[in-house]
């Protein structure tokens, strides 16, 4: 048997986030449900978050409600980045919760403006609801390797928040390269120095792919123990509050090297190609991904 990689699909939320096009919610709701038939088990569906702030996911509700027949066997966690946004999430029918620091602490005022400890005494609360209420939370930590702001990002700011979201509950801490800097030295590096206090099944990366190196990283986290993913359909995405940074790994790109690898992702990659394609055309572009252009359509 092959052993199993999770692949958190980000698509719908880090990639239509920045996307300047905005489709529907209804196109939204079909996007998820053609990832879900292609095997995805993990699909990040929305975000609740300020309607100024990210006009592109202010229908992440109605985009919850669309989904409610999805059916069993998939989850779809959606970004919280307060107990306002927990509560409307859970509301519409969010079964798993995501929140969001930065390990910079400019990052952390543009994208959600407030400090990164105010951010966490945020996620408390979250956190306690959510407790309550047996809802699933996982933490992200943003600009691990560098900053747009500040320039490159010390892994001592990386693990101190790490540790934190790990304290509070978080099952899962997903390390964003926001902006695609990160070489895979440095991201073994970062994992060696997180690893000395947090286990690495509790470890995802999150990989954008500005300077091409997000494969490459997340080879480098294979070989150091990490088992979890995030990527993008068609390799969409980037952060509003990062200028110049692009999307994540494309999924179909990382399920071919996985494939290669001999690792189960469970993934259809024909579909996904398929997927690719049927998004990128919406947007009215070709699909980012190397290996969508190559299978074709
Ligand atoms: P603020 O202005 O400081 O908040 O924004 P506030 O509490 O003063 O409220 C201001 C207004 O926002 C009020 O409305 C609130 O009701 C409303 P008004 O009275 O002006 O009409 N509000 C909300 N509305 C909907 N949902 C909510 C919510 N909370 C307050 N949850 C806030 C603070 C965090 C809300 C804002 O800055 C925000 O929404 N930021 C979102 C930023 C974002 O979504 N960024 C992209 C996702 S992070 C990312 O992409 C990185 C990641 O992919 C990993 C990686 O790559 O590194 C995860
Ligand atoms: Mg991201």
């Known amino acids: 048997m092959s ?8 698509g719908p939320r880090d990639g239509l986030q920045n996307e300047a096009h905005t489709i529907s ?5 079909q996007l998820i449900r053609h990832l879900k038939n292609t ?12 309607a100024k702030a990210v006009p592109q996911m202010a229908d992440s509700a109605y985009v919850m409600e669309g989904l409610s027949m999805l059916g069993e066997g998939v989850n ?10 927990y509560e409307t999430a859970i509301a519409s029918g969010a079964k798993e919760v995501a929140v969001f620091a930065s390990a910079s602490e400019t990052f952390s005022q543009k994208n959600i403006n407030c400090s990164i ?17 047996n809802v699933k939370v996982r933490g992200y930590v943003s600009c691990v390797a560098g900053c747009p702001y500040e320039g490159r990002v010390q892994s001592k700011q990386v693990v101190s928040v790490v540790e934190k979201l790990h304290e509070m509950g978080a099952y899962e801490i997903s390390l964003g390269d926001t ?37 490459a990283n ?7 123990g990490v088992r979890t993913f995030d990527s993008s359909i068609a390799g969409l995405g980037g952060c509003p509050y990062a200028p110049g940074a692009s999307g994540n790994v494309a999924t179909e790109d990382l399920v071919y090297m996985l494939n290669g690898l001999d690792f189960a992702s469970g993934v259809d990659l024909e579909m ?19 290996v969508a252009k190559a299978m074709g359509r």
């Open 272 to 290: 996904l190609v398929r997927v690719s394609w049927y998004i990128s055309e919406l947007l009215g572009r070709e699909p980012i991904s190397k």
């Open 76 to 85: 779809l966690p959606v970004l919280v980045p307060n107990l306002k946004g």
């Open 117 to 133: 400890e105010e951010s966490l005494g945020r996620f408390i609360d979250v956190f306690e609801k959510a407790k309550e209420d």
């Open 25 to 29: 919610s209804e196109e939204k709701v």
């Open 218 to 224: 997340i080879y480098g986290g294979i070989e150091v």
């Open 179 to 215: 902006i695609g800097v990160a070489n895979p030295a440095q991201i073994k590096r970062l994992l060696f120095d997180i690893t000395a206090s947090i286990p690495m099944s509790k470890i995802a990366l999150h990989m954008h792919d500005t300077y091409g190196q997000a494969l």
């Open 39 to 50: 095997g995805l088990k993990n699909i990040e569906a929305g975000a609740f978050v300020s």
């Open 3 to 10: 052993e199993a990689i999770k692949i958190v699909e980000v």
